[in-house]
């Protein structure tokens, strides 16, 4: 489920729910008391459908899980707050002796290094060196731009992708969790190699060259520059399709049916936070399979390689995948990226005070008291926030 379909669901269940029937009654007496005092046309903004306004606070990878924020009326302008600066926590698997065009399991492998040095010990090691301040260059599918193309728009179009700046992040907390030896797990490298005619722009962009011993994949014979133009074409072809249809914003239709999976939403939110309105923001990632395809299969022998789960607490706008393949190449290989999972966004934490999205599934006798409960907590947890984030901008003003 995207961002979007989320997003547009939960202001469905919400706008219909017995606990915001107070605050639609409210509105729509507002309306009434509008006319009644103005008279003529109402503004736009009171035209249409009585709902419930809402907003996320960032969202996830494409085939990641856990927390995503969500705000509600008025709370939907601490969204900002929650998404730009706030500590992120994750847990990720990554998985040794290779390397993809995006830094994870869902993209095409582009080169492999031997992992037989490659030790738990080693990668303990090797974790000093990438905590508290770091410098780090996101992958190539972030949202990021130069002269207003995302820089996987430049390999599609057949040109070299422009050199990434590395930024400044910082790594409160980053341990090793879990260590498995290779045939003992069931992480799998992709099985699609990266096409030939953009083979040559990511082995630049991803410093083979620098990190030496990396054996180059030969490569697919599909043409992925016609392909991409071909797709682009279908894509123009299908937002006329919905504007005709009055559904340009891509919300979803309603009889859509349920797939039960996480949002599939970037793990790093360059945009602010925004109000869900049916229209995802997009991280310029690919449409990606369903995680389960990344894993072995009975026809499939289990990787060699070994695969650690690594824990962090990380600031805002850091990249987990960056940081799985900054690893690899620290311990003498290549990584990637097989999940993630974020654990904790500000205040907000798997297992403590985040609302399992199953429970939005069942009746509202179910989610609806979770959701006061929460709701009710949010002004003492907000001021508390807000205390922790000027403490911390004054410790930092005090060690520079």
């Given at each position: 489920?995207?961002?979007?379909?989320?997003?547009?669901?939960?202001?469905?269940?919400?706008?219909?729910?017995?606990?915001?029937?107070?605050?639609?009654?409210?509105?729509?007496?507002?309306?009434?008391?509008?006319?009644?005092?103005?008279?003529?046309?109402?503004?736009?903004?009171?035209?249409?459908?009585?709902?419930?306004?809402?907003?996320?606070?960032?969202?996830?990878?494409?085939?990641?899980?856990?927390?995503?924020?969500?705000?509600?009326?008025?709370?939907?302008?601490?969204?900002?707050?929650?998404?730009?600066?706030?500590?992120?926590?994750?847990?990720?698997?990554?998985?040794?002796?290779?390397?993809?065009?995006?830094?994870?399991?869902?993209?095409?492998?582009?080169?492999?290094?031997?992992?037989?040095?490659?030790?738990?010990?080693?990668?303990?090691?090797?974790?000093?060196?990438?905590?508290?301040?770091?410098?780090?260059?996101?992958?190539?599918?972030?949202?990021?731009?130069?002269?207003?193309?995302?820089?996987?728009?430049?390999?599609?179009?057949?040109?070299?992708?422009?050199?990434?700046?590395?930024?400044?992040?910082?790594?409160?907390?980053?341990?090793?969790?879990e260590w498995m030896d290779g045939?003992?797990?069931?992480?799998?490298?992709?099985?699609?190699?990266?096409?030939?005619?953009?083979?040559?722009?990511?082995?630049?962009?991803?410093?083979?060259?620098?990190?030496?011993?990396?054996?180059?994949?030969?490569?697919?014979?599909?043409?992925?520059?016609?392909?991409?133009?071909?797709?682009?074409?279908?894509?123009?072809?299908?937002?006329?399709?919905?504007?005709?249809?009055?559904?340009?914003?891509?919300?979803?239709?309603?009889?859509?049916?349920?797939?039960?999976?996480?949002?599939?939403?970037?793990?790093?939110?360059?945009?602010?936070?925004?109000?869900?309105?049916?229209?995802?923001?997009?991280?310029?990632?690919?449409?990606?399979?369903?995680?389960?395809?990344?894993?072995?299969?009975?026809?499939?022998?289990?990787?060699?390689?070994?695969?650690?789960?690594?824990?962090?607490?990380?600031?805002?706008?850091?990249?987990?995948?960056?940081?799985?393949?900054?690893?690899?190449?620290?311990?003498?290989?290549?990584?990637?990226?097989?999940?993630?999972?974020?654990?904790k966004q500000a205040c907000f934490?798997?297992?403590?005070?985040?609302?399992?999205?199953?429970?939005?599934?069942?009746?509202?006798?179910?989610?609806?008291?979770?959701?006061?409960?929460?709701?009710?907590?949010?002004?003492?947890?907000?001021?508390?926030?807000?205390?922790?984030?000027?403490?911390?901008?004054?410790?930092?003003?005090?060690?520079?």
């Open positions: 489920m995207s961002s979007a379909a989320l997003g547009n669901e939960m202001k469905r269940k919400l706008t219909e729910s017995s606990l915001f029937k107070p605050a639609i009654e409210s509105m729509a007496q507002d309306r009434r008391e509008y006319k009644r005092r103005v008279g003529g046309s109402t503004p736009k903004s009171m035209r249409g459908k009585i709902q419930i306004k809402i907003g996320h606070g960032g969202t996830l990878d494409p085939g990641a899980e856990g927390v995503v924020s969500f705000g509600v009326g008025n709370g939907t302008k601490a969204l900002g707050f929650l998404q730009n600066g706030a500590e992120k926590g994750y847990e990720a698997v990554m998985l040794f002796g290779a390397a993809t065009d995006s830094f994870d399991s869902y993209g095409k492998v582009v080169g492999k290094k031997a992992w037989a040095d490659v030790t738990k010990e080693k990668l303990e090691a090797s974790l000093k060196q990438f905590r508290g301040k770091v410098m780090q260059r996101p992958s190539v599918y972030s949202a990021l731009k130069r002269g207003g193309l995302k820089m996987y728009e430049y390999a599609r179009l057949g040109k070299d992708i422009p050199e990434l700046e590395k930024r400044e992040m910082f790594v409160k907390q980053l341990e090793v969790v045939g003992s797990h069931d992480y799998q490298w992709p099985e699609t190699e990266i096409e030939n005619d953009r083979k040559d722009a990511f082995v630049k962009v991803l410093r083979f060259d620098e990190i030496g011993d990396v054996e180059v994949v030969k490569g697919s014979d599909v043409e992925a520059l016609k392909e991409d133009v071909k797709e682009e074409g279908k894509s123009r072809k299908r937002k006329r399709q919905e504007r005709a249809n009055g559904n340009a914003r891509g919300e979803p239709e309603a009889k859509q049916s349920k797939t039960g999976e996480h949002p599939a939403l970037p793990e790093q939110a360059e945009s602010t936070a925004e109000q869900v309105e049916g229209e995802e923001v997009k991280s310029g990632k690919p449409q990606f399979e369903p995680r389960e395809t990344q894993t072995s299969s009975s026809n499939r022998p289990r990787c060699p390689a070994p695969a650690a789960r690594i824990r962090m607490v990380v600031s805002s706008g850091f990249y987990v995948r960056s940081l799985c393949h900054d690893l690899g190449v620290a311990v003498g290989s290549l990584a990637l990226m097989s999940t993630l999972t974020r654990t934490e798997l297992g403590t005070n985040v609302i399992p999205y199953e429970e939005f599934e069942k009746d509202e006798e179910v989610w609806g008291p979770q959701v006061a409960k929460e709701l009710n907590a949010w002004d003492d947890r907000f001021a508390e926030l807000q205390k922790e984030r000027g403490a911390n901008g004054e410790a930092e003003q005090s060690e520079s």
